[in-house]
């Protein structure tokens, strides 16, 4: 069985504390959108029913199957499948700033909505990845590139292009964001990797990191925020 524990620290942190902000979540319909290997889609399908949509099929390779769930190999067309209304919560982690046409995807999403559901959208912070070139890598050229506007770059997946969390509400205009979550406010600025695996550490960062998720100056300078998206009754 594959454990969340096994994963690098940084990964696993991340998974936890977004899981984390999500709660305990039962018998519900969820979409994955851009699933990856499938950890959130296989947490989330042992006590829920849960389809996850991955476009590159490598990806799947080392996919996660610890519970059984539906995997599709597509894109937003793969989308078009479903009737509206068709889930409880979709989850979109990390996905929309590597597309060139969000909009499009997330008014799919709206239409697959259930009326009393929610989104789940995380998405880099443009502050934070300010916070990561000058302080973690040492790069003041790409914090003043950022800091002008300039979009960046992801070792695995290419150009990270952009965008506000006020830009959702402009892509429709029959939802609203419940919640605003920061995710990895800290940890990544501890340099000591040695304590990034101790479990006391984690625990207590783990702590630290839900303390200050919704405190607003905290959210401004995380490296990424957790959107909770809903539709207007």
Not at 1 to 23: C, H, S, T, Y
Not at 101 to 119: A, H, M, N, T, W
Not at 186 to 205: I, V
Request: glycine share 4%; aromatic share 12%; hydrophobic share 40%.
């Amino acid at each position: 069985m594959r454990d969340i524990n096994n994963l690098p620290a940084w990964e696993g942190l991340f998974k936890k504390i977004v899981w984390r902000q999500l709660g305990d979540i039962k018998d519900k319909d969820i979409l994955d959108f851009g699933s990856g290997e499938g950890i959130t889609s296989d947490h989330f399908a042992e006590t829920n029913r849960v389809v996850a949509v991955e476009p590159f099929e490598d990806m799947l390779k080392n996919a996660w199957t610890n519970h059984k769930y539906r995997q599709v190999v597509g894109d937003i067309k793969a989308l078009s499948e479903f009737e509206d209304n068709s889930f409880d919560i979709i989850i979109c982690h990390n996905v929309l700033e590597y597309m060139d046409d969000k909009e499009s995807v997330f008014q799919e999403f709206i239409r697959l909505l259930k009326s009393d559901g929610f989104i789940s959208l995380v998405k880099h912070n443009r502050n934070g990845r300010v916070m990561q070139m000058a302080v973690l890598l040492d790069d003041f050229e790409k914090a003043n590139a950022l800091l002008n506007g300039e979009d960046s770059k992801a070792s695995k997946f290419g150009t990270i292009r952009y965008y506000e969390d006020s830009d959702v509400t402009k892509w429709h205009s029959d939802i609203y964001i419940d919640q605003i979550y920061g995710i990895r406010t800290f940890w990544d600025l501890q340099q000591n990797q040695e304590k990034h695996s101790d479990e006391c550490w984690q625990e207590n960062m783990m702590q630290l990191e839900m303390r200050v998720s919704k405190i607003h100056d905290f959210i401004n300078i995380a490296f990424f925020h957790h959107m909770i998206i809903k539709k207007v009754f």
